[in-house]
T-cell receptor
Framework: DSGVTQTPKHLITATGQRVTLRCSPR?????VYWYQQSLDQGLQFLIQ???????AKGNILERFSAQQFPDLHSELNLSSLELGDSALYFC??????????????FGPGTRLTVL | AQSVTQLGSHVSVSEGALVLLRCNYS??????LFWYVQYPNQGLQLLLK??????LVKGINGFEAEFKKSETSFHLTKPSAHMSDAAEYFC?????????????FGAGTILRVKS
């Protein structure tokens, strides 16, 4: 158990819908990262937040957005869902300044299925 | 941009045999390198990381990896495979962004251990 929690574990929805994925980092960790894992794209970095502020952005679609709240939990919002958005979404957290040598601790993931 | 190549999407070894999973990286700056393991239906767990302190890095569960700058490699080894080692293994390089960072993952190698 990494200490990172993600809810829900599974999500099944229809095309065109909007969903929110939630992540609680390890106690004391200020950085939160979101990754998408799919069969065709592999593991792809989406976005990083550090203490409430966006720090780095990856291949995140405009239909996706994220935020980190004052209690440090984070939410990933996915809208106008398409079949291709079906994937496993991971949240990770790190306890240092969010720098390149930080160890990122991964949550169990949310499996999103878009029908 | 940094990148990671994992040679062999599937590796099969007998129980008790040497495990060797290959990883080559591309980076214009001294890299930070990581190996993660993913068991079925679980998140990623850190096995070990290289942060320039020592070229031979020891990790959990008897795994180790050696950083070879001349070969731009960071191969993962374990002297004797156990059935519980069957999982998917990911090599990753940390890409430093201004004020943030992200992990760039290889495509993964599925390790099968035969009894």
């Amino acid at each position: 158990d990494s200490g990172v929690t993600q809810t829900p574990k599974h999500l099944i929805t229809a095309t065109g819908q909007r969903v929110t994925l939630r992540c609680s980092p390890r106690s004391g960790d200020l950085s939160v990262y979101w990754y998408q894992q799919s069969l065709d794209q592999g593991l792809q970095f989406l976005i990083q937040y550090y203490n409430g502020e966006e720090r780095a952005k990856g291949n995140i679609l405009e239909r996706f957005s994220a935020q980190q709240f004052p209690d440090l939990h984070s939410e990933l919002n996915l809208s106008s869902l398409e079949l291709g958005d079906s994937a496993l979404y991971f949240c990770a957290s790190s306890n240092l300044a969010g720098g390149p040598s930080d160890t990122q601790y991964f949550g169990p993931g949310t499996r999103l299925t878009v029908l | 941009a940094q990148s990671v190549t994992q040679l062999g999407s599937h590796v099969s070894v007998s129980e008790g045999a040497l495990v060797l999973l290959r990883c080559n990286y591309s980076s214009s700056v001294p890299p930070y390198l990581f190996w993660y393991v993913q068991y079925p239906n679980q998140g990623l767990q850190l096995l070990l990381k290289y942060t320039s302190a020592a070229t031979l890095v020891k990790g959990i569960n008897g795994f180790e990896a050696e950083f070879k700058k001349s070969e731009t490699s960071f191969h993962l080894t374990k002297p004797s495979a156990h059935m519980s080692d069957a999982a998917e293994y990911f090599c990753a390089v940390s890409e430093d962004r201004e004020y943030g960072n992200k992990l760039v993952f290889g495509a993964g190698t599925i390790l099968r251990v035969k009894s």
